[in-house]
Structure formats: structure tokens, C-alpha cells
């Protein structure tokens, strides 16, 4: 627990670990090719959302309900009155928070995916077209 409270997390502006996430993942998908530009951007993005969303929960997440609400804490009281319940009830938005951002991104990536393979369609139906079969005549039986 301790050195979780040790780690130097720099104080960044909110959304510029998202955006500095998207650029490098934007980059990498353009030097590869990978997708449209405009959909690399929305791949990118929401894979961004997604690894500052699981950052987060390491980081923030886990040291609050590992503190729990100690100095809180009443013997007397129990289940849902007890800090850790209210910890626990934290951690369970911060899951569902992940679970959206996973959907959004498999929503993204899968929209992605269906227009890179029309584009690929069109360029084999082009390419298809540019060169015709040979015909019977000139087919000489080796492919």
C-alpha cells in the first residue's frame, strides 16, 4: 500500500493522456496503413478511453478501496452501512464505466473493419477489372 502512495503520478490536464495515447496509436495505425483516416482516428481515440479508463483503475481505483475508509470504520455498523460496501459499490460504476468503453470501442473497431473490407472489395473488383483472365485459347495450363 505504501508505495502505491510513493508513485510519482505527474499532474496532467484532463483529456491529454487520452489525446497523447490517440496520437501515438493514430501514427502507428497511418505508418501500417490500417483502417481509414478517419476511422483510425475513431479506433484510435476509444483505445485510448479505454487504457486511461484501466490506468485509472489501477491507480485511483485500487488504493481507495484498499484504504476502504479506514478512519471511517464503526465495528457497530455492517453491510451496506460499512465504508468498504461504499468502496466496493465505487469499484462497480468504475467496472461499468470499463465495460461502456470496451463497447464503444468494439463498436468503433467493428464499423472500422466493415468499410476496410469494402474498400479492400473495391480494390480486388478494380483490380480484377485491369487484368482480364486469359482466355481458353491462351491458357497454357500452368497457373
Known amino acids: 500500500m505504501e508505495s502505491l502512495q510513493r508513485a510519482y503520478v ?5 483529456g491529454s493522456e487520452e489525446l497523447a495515447i490517440t496520437r501515438v496509436i493514430y501514427k502507428h495505425l497511418q505508418a501500417q496503413n490500417c483502417l481509414r483516416p478517419g476511422e483510425r482516428e475513431s479506433v484510435a ?7 486511461v479508463a484501466a490506468k485509472d483503475l489501477y491507480t485511483d481505483v485500487l488504493p481507495h478501496l484498499l484504504q476502504g475508509g479506514e478512519d471511517d470504520y464503526d465495528p457497530q455498523t455492517e453491510g451496506e452501512e460499512t465504508p468498504i460496501f461504499r468502496e466496493l459499490s465505487g469499484v462497480r460504476m468504475a467496472l461499468i464505466h470499463l465495460r461502456d468503453l470496451i463497447a ?23 483490380e480484377d477489372e485491369e487484368e482480364p483472365l486469359p482466355t481458353a485459347l491462351e491458357f497454357d495450363g500452368e497457373l
Open 10 to 14: 505527474p499532474e496532467l490536464e484532463p
Open 45 to 51: 481515440y476509444r483505445l485510448a478511453e479505454l487504457m
Open 104 to 126: 464503444d470501442f468494439d463498436e468503433s473497431f467493428m464499423e472500422a473493419m466493415a468499410s476496410q473490407r469494402e474498400i479492400d472489395a473495391q480494390n480486388r473488383a478494380e
